[in-house]
């Protein structure tokens, strides 16, 4: 007997292990059987094939779209047929960076990394879904509930009344409610552009201010393409780590103003989900662990919702920063101690504490604005007058200083605890210098 | 009589995953696991074990059509053989077929082992069960090369 279900509950036989098979029937009508390296869920009724090689089952997908594959779950045996019907090859997108992606891992896990290549992803209509008669093994124990976890997370967000406690409290969900306890939190700079870690969580270096450009690595290809990546399997193409470090090893590479990437060393899965608004992406969301398949297909669900609501709550604040005018400030206290020398490069505006690097871009030219109007007696400020200065070259559209702002108050936490930013309320904060300042500019 | 073609019956008793494919006369294939192998003639005929049940669709096609391919690869080497033939058909198990299917399940899950497969896992994939097997007998009348790389597909002449 057999019974007919839903693709999304045969998904799991989708994370590895046992290879899917393929049969397909050439137009002379004569079978072809293969094994596929990866088979992937597209939507409740569409998967996609790695295509890496011009081979037989090519030829009779192009000239008989139907087909059949059988996959197996990891854990209880369980097999099922699905009835295939082609319908294209996508060699760009989304849905091929996330089969590439995992191909990369996968070829990484069985040795093949010299021969796995993702020339195209084959998108099928599944047409029918029919168990395969047989025994099968108990399912592992059931985790906690995870609409439990999810629905602890998202009133924890909703929560919060500023980004900076947001961005923790994210990190801080996925610590307590999900047990993941390596994440990080990245920002988009602007739409198309590179993002920076505002929050981290679980490394040893926090890795805050650290740069990942568009399309690098699992978290600027989530960015990039505006969807989940996920790796169960290390793999040398996508490690941050051994990359950043391999980089800098190069000749003539500058890493003075470079903040590591604050990775595990052994990251056997990745996760990156992008932070959507209105079809922009905002940011990325990124876990991982040292444990092979530790993230799969409900982990990713649930980071994607948890995702959503991140994107809705960081928008949602964003409206609502006040554009509070100042209103007179305090004089300021005098500065104690030897005097703290900070250094200005002019041509990338990075800021050097003595010889540490403290920060560069946007954030550096805020806070050299700020140190230069700390000498001439302030330190209160607002969020407006700085979006209508001219000299910090701020976006007229989603210019992101908030996030810039609680960039730079970590960075300073962590490099610099004589200079402190303290919120003094919405859209205001107070420059706070505990020593005197010598500030130099360079011109080059 | 056909020419045989190239034949590894040390690959191919080595504890591989064997699979085969059957298609209906409109085109449509489909697939099941094999339980068990064994040759005839130095591997001119193969005789695969497959269960009833699993296997009903694909035993259906091939008394309609007769045609067959069968997949032999290594889990561990991804070294991959795929042969085809035309005159496949169901004929009786032998009694000592249920035993060559145990061996079979035990050599593969030996295999399997080094990637952490548990015996149990594999006897249950396969779950040979007595008065629950047929067999597929056919002539392979063509042989190609499968494992992944750039040569996957590739015919394999005799004397290769």
Redesign the interface.
Do not use: H, M, W
């Given at each position: 007997m057999t019974h007919t279900v839903g693709l999304d509950q045969v998904r799991d036989c989708f994370e590895g292990g046992v290879p899917p098979i393929l049969a397909t029937c050439g137009a002379d009508g004569v079978p072809n059987i293969t094994l596929v390296s990866q088979i992937e869920y597209v939507d409740r009724s569409h998967v996609a094939l790695s295509f890496q090689f011009f081979n037989k089952t090519r030829e009779n997908i192009l000239a008989n779209p139907s087909a059949t594959v059988m996959v197996t779950h990891a854990q209880t045996a369980e097999a099922w047929r699905l009835r295939l019907h082609y319908l294209r090859t996508e060699s760009a997108g989304p849905l091929f960076e996330r089969m590439r992606a995992k191909l990369a891992g996968i070829a990484s896990q069985t040795g093949m990394s010299d021969v796995f290549r993702l020339l195209g992803s084959d998108l099928y209509r599944v047409a029918s879904i029919e168990r395969v008669p047989g025994r099968s093994l108990p399912p592992a124990p059931a985790g906690p509930p995870p609409l439990v976890a999810l629905r602890n997370g998202v009133e924890r967000l909703a929560a919060c009344a500023d980004l900076e406690r947001l961005f923790d409290e994210t990190l801080s969900v996925l610590q307590r409610e999900f047990d993941i306890g390596h994440s990080l939190l990245l920002i988009s700079d602007a739409p198309g552009a590179r993002l920076y870690a505002v929050a981290s969580r679980g490394f040893v270096d926090s890795g805050i201010g650290t740069e990942i450009a568009l399309g690098d690595g699992v978290i600027g290809v989530s960015a990039r393409e505006r969807t989940p990546i996920r790796i169960t399997h290390t793999s040398s193409e996508y490690a941050y780590v051994r990359a950043v470090r391999d980089s800098g090893r190069q000749p003539g590479h500058d890493t003075s103003t470079e903040i590591p990437f604050p990775g595990l060393p052994d990251a056997q899965s990745q996760l990156a989900v992008p932070l959507l608004d209105r079809g922009q992406c905002l940011g990325v969301l990124y876990v991982e662990s040292s444990r092979p398949s530790r993230f799969r297909y409900v982990e990713e669900d649930l980071l994607c919702v948890l995702a959503a609501q991140l994107s809705a709550r960081i928008a949602l604040l964003r409206l609502q920063e006040d554009d509070a005018l100042a209103t007179g400030s305090a004089p300021s206290p005098t500065p104690e101690g030897p005097p703290l020398q900070l250094r200005r490069f002019a041509e990338n505006d990075s800021v050097f504490v003595g010889d540490e690097y403290l920060i560069k871009g946007v954030a550096g030219a805020l806070l050299w604005k700020l140190l230069r109007d700390h000498a001439g007696g302030r330190r209160d400020f607002t969020t407006r007058e700085l979006r209508l200065d001219p000299n910090l070259r701020l976006p007229e559209i989603v210019d992101n200083l908030d996030t810039r702002l609680i960039l730079l108050t970590r960075r300073l936490a962590e490099r610099c605890p004589w200079i402190a930013l303290d919120k003094t309320g919405r859209g205001r904060f107070r420059l706070r210098v505990e020593r005197p300042l010598q500030l130099v500019e360079v011109s080059r | 009589m056909s020419r045989p073609v190239p034949m590894d019956l040390g690959f191919l008793r080595g504890g591989l995953?064997i699979?085969?494919?059957?298609?209906d006369?409109h085109?449509?294939?489909?697939?099941?696991?094999v339980l068990g192998c064994h040759f005839e003639d130095s591997g001119r005929v193969l005789n695969l074990i497959v269960?009833l049940?699993?296997a009903a669709e694909a035993l259906a096609c091939i008394e309609t059509?007769r045609?067959?391919?069968?997949?032999f690869?290594h889990p561990i080497t991804?070294r991959?053989l795929?042969f085809?033939g035309?005159d496949a058909q169901i004929v009786p198990v032998q009694s000592a077929d249920l035993d060559l299917c145990r061996v079979h399940t035990r050599d593969f899950a030996a295999v399997l082992g080094v990637y952490g497969w548990t015996h149990?896992?594999v006897d249950?994939?396969l779950?040979v069960r007595e008065g629950h097997v047929a067999c597929v007998r056919f002539s392979p009348d063509a042989a190609?090369e499968?494992t992944?790389?750039?040569q996957?597909?590739v015919r394999m002449e005799p004397g290769t």
């Open positions: - | 995953s699979s085969l494919a059957a298609a006369s085109g449509i294939a489909t697939l099941c696991r269960d049940d699993k059509t045609r067959v391919a069968v997949t690869s991804n991959t795929q085809k035309c149990e896992y249950t994939l779950d190609f499968q992944p790389g750039p996957a597909g």
